[in-house]
């Protein structure tokens, strides 16, 4: 069984700031992760993934992750808010084996102000 | 055309009609697969199937069902609709030789059920 817990249902950020969203992870299996962006009234974009290379997983728009196996997290960060990283964040795991599917977070959604 | 195509994007439905959503893929996936998003849950998976002659019951799969016609066509079906089936619904196709970090999302169906 596989599922992930994202700590904040809403995170407010001033522009400039630094991003930091949480996600927490049960597998009983090394897992794989990832983060999904989703823009108001859009699709799901895959910001990046962690597949068991590079603990420090890089994506699009300047996110990044970093995979902490000791604390079961892959909490998604960003130096530096824009006002156009407001947006849904969810988080998601599934796993190596040939059977698995994808099981989200129940998503964070960050609002950037001026 | 997109990889992924869902339709219709949008649909308003009465309590207790039948209705069908469609989906369709380009990429040449065995594996597709029905979520629900609904705000404050996430994304939660309600059919899937790995290949044409497989179909599997998710997390929520109460109340629907599913047809896999061919490789590239997985219809999702409310026999009879109902309010709180009102969410948006996405499907999902996966590269099955890439532990799940393959999936390519349609643009979602937004049902109303009044």
């Known amino acids: 069984a596989q599922s992930v817990t994202q700590l904040g249902s809403h995170v407010s950020v001033s522009e400039g700031a630094l991003v930091l969203l949480r996600c927490n992870y049960s597998s009983s299996v090394p897992p794989y992760l990832f983060w999904y962006v989703q823009y108001p009234n859009q699709g799901l974009q895959l910001l990046l993934k962690?597949?068991?290379?590079?603990?420090l997983v890089k994506g699009i728009n300047g996110f990044e992750a970093e995979f902490k196996k000791s604390e079961t997290s892959f909490h998604l960060t960003k130096p530096s808010a824009h006002m156009s990283d407001a947006a849904e964040y969810f988080c998601?795991?599934?796993?190596?084996?040939?059977?698995?599917?994808?099981?989200f977070g129940k998503g964070t959604m960050l609002l950037v102000s001026p | 055309d997109a990889d992924v195509t869902q339709t219709p994007r949008n649909r308003i439905t009465k309590t207790g009609k039948r209705i069908m959503l469609e989906c369709s893929q380009t990429k040449g996936h065995d594996r597709m697969y029905w979520y629900r998003q609904d705000p404050g849950l996430g994304l939660r998976l309600i059919y899937y199937s790995f290949d044409v002659k497989d179909i599997n019951k998710g997390e929520i799969s109460d109340g629907y069902s599913v047809s896999r016609q061919a490789q590239a066509k997985f219809s999702l079906s409310l026999e009879s609709a109902i309010p709180n089936q009102t969410a948006l619904y996405f499907c999902a196709t996966s590269d099955p030789g890439r532990g799940g970090y393959g999936y390519t999302f349609g643009s979602g169906t937004r049902l109303t059920v009044v």
């Open positions: 962690y597949t068991s290379a590079a603990t």
């Open positions: 998601a795991v599934s796993t190596p084996t040939g059977y698995s599917t994808l099981t």
